[in-house]
């Protein structure tokens, strides 16, 4: 609709649009939560925080809208057949950008459960965002760096505590879980220093997984494993304001769990542990594949990635 206009004006008018759209939910958002606090009957609590995901399903949509006005995305996506809202599912993209989160919440929203992701102790404290990711109860988790847990090891394990506080949390309203296994968004450095043994992706942490698997257990109707692959390169969210993302490629596969996972213990249960690891290395050997072939196809003189539909 408003495509004609020059990228920076694009931009700042999306940037405005996603502000006020915030704001004005994220103020119902507030009021809900306060009348779920005041009003702890459980009855009412369970509405109010079905009300809580109905009013970030349609946050979520504003800011799409206000995009699908502005810029002009060319998607290219497969393996989005049979998905239901009233289910549980485990998501495990690949970390590119900032703008991966928008991405996957513009292809799920209405069509999963809302995602619910894991965020920095410290993100509590970004303005307005960090309170509504408290009222809509989003885990936090509390880094610990590695020297302190040498000198105190009982804080091991921690953040495998918060994850099966959070799960246990998600068991009575359906849910998406999303969970970046590579812990940080990807570049080349990061992998080289990391030693990771893929070619596009750096090392997944499976122990985060295994606890929501383990905890959510038969719930989970399956895990959702997407590619998100960007042809003209990792773009920044001013690019994606402004409208000069102009393709996106993703691929969804769903994935079924062995059921013998379910209330497994990761720490103590070395076989559990071992086949998970395994499990989310074929998972991740998978993925990197899917980019090589999806970067190959980008390539001039060779097949390229099919055209997808312009939203």
């Not at 009300?51 to 497969?78: F, P, Y």
């Not at 999963?112 to 404290?125: C, D, G, H, Q, S």
């Not at 994935?255 to 989310?280: I, K, N, S, T």
Request: proline share 7%; with cysteine; hydrophobic share 50%.
């Amino acid at each position: 609709m408003l495509r004609f206009l020059p990228p920076g004006l694009r931009g700042s008018l999306a940037l405005v649009v996603f502000v006020l759209n915030t704001l004005f939910w994220c103020s119902i958002l507030y009021l809900v939560t306060a009348l779920r606090l005041l009003v702890p009957v459980p009855a009412f609590v369970r509405l109010c925080r079905r009300l809580s995901m109905t009013i970030a399903t349609a946050w979520i949509g504003g800011n799409v809208l206000g995009l699908k006005a502005l810029t002009r995305i060319e998607w290219n996506v497969t393996g989005m057949e049979g998905l239901e809202r009233k289910a549980w599912y485990v998501v495990t993209p690949n970390h590119v950008s900032w703008v991966d989160i928008v991405i996957v919440q513009w292809l799920f929203n209405r069509k999963i459960p809302m995602l619910k992701f894991f965020l920095k102790e410290e993100l509590k404290k970004v303005p307005v965002l960090g309170l509504a990711w408290w009222c809509l109860e989003f885990p936090f988790m509390k880094r610990i760096p590695r020297a302190v847990l040498e000198q105190r090891p009982e804080l091991k394990g921690k953040d495998l505590e918060t994850t099966k506080e959070a799960c246990e949390r998600f068991a009575d309203l359906p849910v998406s879980v999303l969970n970046f296994l590579e812990g940080t968004r990807f570049s080349e450095r990061k992998r080289v220093d990391r030693g990771s043994p893929y070619r596009h992706l750096l090392s997944p942490k499976a122990g985060g997984l295994a606890q929501v698997v383990s905890t959510l257990g038969p719930r989970i109707r399956s895990l959702l494993d997407v590619t998100v692959f960007y042809p003209g390169g990792a773009p920044t969210f001013w690019g994606l304001l402004s409208g000069r993302l102009e393709k996106v490629v993703v691929r969804v596969e769903a994935v079924p769990l062995d059921p013998a996972w379910f209330g497994a213990d990761y720490e103590a249960d070395a076989a559990f542990r071992e086949g998970f690891q395994a499990f989310v290395g074929d998972l991740w050997k998978r993925k990197d594949d899917r980019i090589d072939a999806l970067l190959a196809s980008a390539r001039p003189g060779l097949p390229a990635v099919p055209a997808g539909r312009i939203l």
